[in-house]
């Protein structure tokens, strides 16, 4: 089925797989912390994600009503919008700081991470207060009226320009429209409100993808930095399944390490969420409707195969990594004693 949402996609497999990856994270996030007793960080960035999903099948289920072309929008839609972002940029903020509690070894090579981790962490605070305080603007002041752009300078209006095809936006909330009466005729432009939220949106996608880029480095050179001594060749190592261990050589575990840690930001990138912004970006280029082209292409469901697929992997490299670094803490502190 086709998408009848305004401004937001809501083809049945989209937000079915909204709700799938809801229940998929949410169980990841159990797992973690409750059966193989890995930390918190682990479990909330699982926990986080799942979240953001669930509040995201929201608005593209029961709420697909957004701003998009006029001043009407239902009102829930902001609301769920808000939880959703927060959430998700929760999750990569835990992700973090579950590399920055886990990752410490080597505190020469670990400094230097640490600051494109910190702008990431800035970049996702700013990009998701934004869309929570966009959000509240749209619902906090009064209706919209219809404003010249050329006369302000706070924010990018060439930008709005570019995405209503007018040099006059709507300034100020969001006339509530419940989804049931999208249909209904509103005329006007999109609200700055909405624009804004738009913008921050793109803005945290660079976070998003930043967070699991910068990690996976931070992971790629602990797991080398250590070779010698967890992934020594001719010794036997235990993987952590989801299921069940895997007893498997010392060198095979490290690849498959890698391989996993690795495949985790290039799903975002290639598949997942970063899809949204070159389908957007070629629809603008070439004057398409970006939510028609959105729909058409299923690019709901390619880009949460990418999400899962991202999540998977980074299940079992928070699972098995967290445990490994354990064990270097206890070679550590047996080393220091004999000292």
Known sequence: MGSDGRGVDNSVDGWATDYLLFCAMFMFACRLFFLKHCSAES????LFQSGGYLFGALGHHVFPNRAFDSPCGDHYFYWVW????????????????WADRFLHFNKGAWRWTRIPMALCLGIAVVS???????????????????????????????AVEQLTGTSAVEQGGVRHQPASERFDLCTGKQPLCDAVVQYAEAL????????????????????????ERVFAPGTARAFEGMWMNFNVSA??????LQFLNFWAPFALFAY???????????????????????????????YHMGVISCHICTYYISQNVEHISEKLDVMEEASKKKK
């Open 272 to 302: 997942g969420p970063y899809l949204i912004l070159y389908v957007v970006g070629f629809a603008m280029a070439v004057d398409m409707d970006p939510s028609k082209l959105y729909s058409d292409l299923h690019v709901g469901v390619v």
């Open 43 to 46: 479990a909330l960035t699982q």
């Open 82 to 97: 808000i939880a959703a972002y927060t959430c998700q940029g929760l999750s990569c903020i835990c992700w973090l700081k």
């Open 251 to 256: 060198s095979t575990l490290y690849y498959v």
């Open 204 to 227: 945290f996608y660079l976070a998003w993808g930043s967070a699991w880029l910068l990690v996976a480095c931070r992971v790629g050179i602990f797991l080398h930095d250590h070779y």
């Open 128 to 158: 998701v207060g934004t869309i929570d305080f966009g959000s509240a603007w749209c619902l906090s002041q009064p209706e919209a009226a219809l404003v010249d752009t050329s006369k302000y300078l706070f924010f990018s209006y060439d």
